[in-house]
């Protein structure tokens, strides 16, 4: 069975960092790319990043770039999103998906739960 | 930087009724591998979204086949041919084309 398991989130003051882990099992991590998408409060979703399935590769959503880094260790199957400088517009419910695959197979077919960051003073 | 509509943001459905929901990107979501990169998830209340259609009209597995999607190059619908309870929720397309963008989402609800 895939499971898709955040962490790590929860209330920090505005500036400060945080960093959320996604713990995959269930499927060859390392066959597929990776992605951040969050959800702020009663609105939709917005994409924050994707890494490719070897790591080599980063994309940022305009909203995060500078400030965010995603980054995997395919060794533990773990997906992370390392986020500097919040602010209250992070303010969202983080959920990590499973994205491209390397070989012909279903991409964004499973999502994680999400975890809750609360950026306020 | 690609751009993604929903047509409408919402929608109230009498069970058993057909529903329609259209996606419009701002450009071509056809790469030269042949595929077209737009998706649509649901995302029932108090859940993350779920995989509906994948490259247009790929019913992911499990999905009913009440669902389709239909188009080409920027105009995309979902259709969902007979609603029923368990279908509302917000529907969103997204694009993988270049980086990754969702539409605003379209709140499916039933009269």
């Known amino acids: 069975e895939v499971q898709l398991l955040e962490s790590g989130g929860g209330l920090v003051q505005p500036g400060e960092s945080l960093r959320l882990s996604c713990a995959a099992s269930?499927?060859?991590?390392?066959?597929?790319?990776m992605s951040w998408v969050r959800q702020a409060p009663g609105r939709g979703l917005e994409w924050v990043s994707t890494?490719?399935?070897?790591?080599?590769?980063?994309y940022y959503a305009d909203s995060v770039k500078g400030r965010f880094t995603i980054s995997r260790d395919n060794s533990k199957s773990t997906l992370y999103l390392h986020m500097n400088g919040l602010r209250a517009e992070d303010t969202a419910v983080y959920h990590c998906?499973?994205?491209?695959?390397?070989?012909?197979?279903?991409?964004?077919?499973?999502w994680g739960q999400g975890t809750l960051v609360t950026v306020s003073s | 930087d690609i751009v993604m509509t929903q047509t409408p943001l919402s929608l109230s459905v009498t069970p058993g009724q057909p529903a329609s929901i259209s996606c419009k990107s701002s450009?071509?979501?056809?790469?030269?591998?042949?595929?077209?990169?737009l998706y649509w998830f649901l995302q029932k209340p108090g859940q993350s979204p779920q995989l509906l259609m994948y490259?247009?009209?790929n019913r992911f597995s499990g999905v009913p086949d009440r669902f389709s999607g239909s188009g080409s190059g920027t105009d995309f619908t979902l259709k969902i041919s007979r609603v029923e309870a368990e279908d509302v929720g917000v529907y969103y397309c997204?694009?993988?084309?270049?980086?990754?963008?969702f539409g605003q989402g379209t709140k499916v609800e039933i009269k």
């Open positions: 490259e247009v009209s």
């Open positions: 997204m694009q993988s084309l270049q980086f990754r963008t």
């Open positions: 269930g499927f060859t991590f390392s066959s597929y790319a």
């Open positions: 998906a499973k994205d491209e695959p390397v070989v012909t197979a279903t991409p964004w077919d499973y």
């Open positions: 890494i490719s399935s070897s790591g080599g590769d980063t």
């Open positions: 450009q071509s979501l056809l790469h030269s591998d042949g595929k077209t990169y």
